[in-house]
């Protein structure tokens, strides 16, 4: 009996070395986390940010690769197609992963199933933006002047189908105006158009707006958040310019491939959770711009299902398209 105990010792023992350590010395090499847009942007900014930070709970490099193009499409795939095991992962917005798929984007993964959230990290309000030579400083005056001249107003985007287009399209909505959209490949593009004079009203982040708006370049007339931001706390929000319920905010989550084994999930997920509850991160990201909400998502497919029957509605109705 003391012989085969032994043995059969021996042999769970060895499974146990066999086995355990896999996933156990996760992560034993740089890990890498895509944001699927160029270089600078406000996704660019929060990514680096967020993979300086990880890299100590994690105890490995984490590597920011920029893959940008299709309206985030491309680095949503790659992450999508990617090896669930945990060391590929995404860092996007609601134009990723309800914006496109809502105005009927083709990708090859789908966006409810395809991924596995470690978590909500951030909002990111959007700004109403006009040229500084336009004559209106709020809400209500831009009305004004575009319905006397609505073909003066045409609004920039950063690209179809994104948060900035979606953000156009409700604001046309909630005042009845109807204006010509001009979207951009990207945010740099449209602020540079907007400070030059060739397009008189946008749409864009707070990130992007922020340097623009200081140094008078551009007005920043409202916000689409529910709540002011951080970043601009004497600027109104759509809602308290006279248009109750208005509510566009970019979200952020950081997600990976379907599949991630669950230690290694778990190890992910309490890296994360303690870098952005960390009250030195969350300063961090407000200085840039975001609004920290750390917020664990327990039911990804329920939440991505529901916020893209939320803007269909409004893409159906503005004929937002990406076929």
Known sequence: MMKTWTRRSLLVGATALAMGPVWAAFPDHPVTLVAPYPAGGAADVLARLLAKRLEEPLGKTVIVENKPGAGTAIGAAYVANAKPDGYTLLLSSNSTFTMNPAAGAKTSYDPAKSFEALGLVANLPLAVLVNASVPANTVKELVAAAKANPEKYPYGSFGNATSSHYAGAMFAQATGLNLLHVPYKGSAPLMTDLIGGQIPLSFDTVVAAGPQVKSGKVKILAVTSPRRAGAFPNVPTMAESGYPGFDLTAWIALVAPHGLPPEVKDRLFKALASVAENP?????????????QWTPITDWPGMVTKDTARMKAVADKA????D
């Open 319 to 322: 004929q937002i398209r990406l």
């Open 280 to 292: 030195e991160t969350q300063e961090a990201m407000r200085k840039a711009g975001f609004e920290p």
